[in-house]
């Protein structure tokens, strides 16, 4: 969706182009004098290195796809990568990612109808959908290296609100998602900031965000904290028993939610 399409949640509009610049700036800060053999423990398995090469790649197989205005799922994620020759060659090289993805940015008018494997089949997506690939592999290398991550207040209501609309649409590559049915059960996430409110509802043919859950209906489960940490809880980097978050209801609904929406 647009920053013009975007729900209201009491937030300035994101400019998601602009905002995949920045965080990818802060990342390139992050690793550039660091030890890229450094486990990272949002990403278990995965080295400051892996974690690297991967949001690099992301942004430059997704600016392959803007420029293509793809119409079609494509049938390769084949990308000439240009990987650096050297090892301390990896920070410049996330900062040319960024950079190819300014230029498939400008050159692609954000409205213009693409297939995405989300809800919404616009350029767009693929803006909104590299700024969170981007900032949450940010915030991984911050902890990995013992920073404290700070994640600006409307990005993370924005991020949040990606995340839930696009879940449903994800079984292809998280297919645990098929597991989120029910007989009307909701789930309530709310921001202690009063700018994030949503209301997922489990169906029997699946689950999304409930487009008339005003923040008054009672939920089966509801979960509250601030949006950055939502973010993270959502993304699985914060565990819902950490002290950052206050849930109440039915506690084995949260549970099966959890389990199951890994992204």
């Given at each position: ?37 450094t486990?990272?423990p ?6 400051l290195?892996d ?49 190819e ?5 400008a ?24 700024l ?56 309530r ?25 005003a923040?008054?209906?009672v ?33 084995e ?11």
């Amino acid at each position: 969706m647009s920053t013009s399409d975007r729900p209201d949640r009491g937030t300035p509009p994101v400019d998601h182009r602009a905002a995949v610049a920045a965080e990818t700036a802060r990342f390139v800060a992050a690793v550039r004098d660091a030890d890229l053999a450094t486990a990272v423990p949002g990403c278990p398995g995965w080295t400051l290195a892996d974690l690297v090469r991967h949001a690099g790649s992301v942004q430059r197989w997704f600016s392959v796809l803007l420029r293509g205005r793809i119409q079609e799922p494509p049938r390769s994620r084949d990308v000439d990568l240009r990987l650096p020759a050297r090892e301390d060659g990896w920070a410049d090289w996330l900062a040319d990612s960024a950079a190819e993805a300014a230029d498939a940015f400008a050159a692609t008018d954000p409205d213009t109808p693409m297939w995405a494997w989300g809800a919404d089949p616009h350029a767009r997506f693929w803006a909104r959908r590299m700024l969170f690939e981007t900032l949450v592999h940010r915030v991984d290398a911050e902890l990995a290296l013992g920073i404290r991550p700070g994640i600006d207040r409307a990005l993370a209501v924005d991020g949040v609100d990606e995340f839930l609309v696009n879940l449903p649409f994800a079984a292809s590559f998280a297919p645990k998602v098929a597991n989120l049915r029910g007989d009307g059960e909701t789930i309530r996430f709310t921001s202690t900031e009063a700018d994030g409110d949503w209301l997922v509802r489990l169906g029997p043919d699946g689950f999304g965000l409930d487009p008339d859950g005003a923040r008054t209906a009672v939920a089966d489960a509801t979960v509250r904290g601030t949006a950055a940490d939502l973010l993270l809880l959502v993304y699985g980097r914060l565990p819902l028993d950490a002290g950052a978050f206050e849930h109440t209801g039915d506690q084995e609904l949260l549970a099966r939610w959890f389990a199951n929406s890994e992204f």
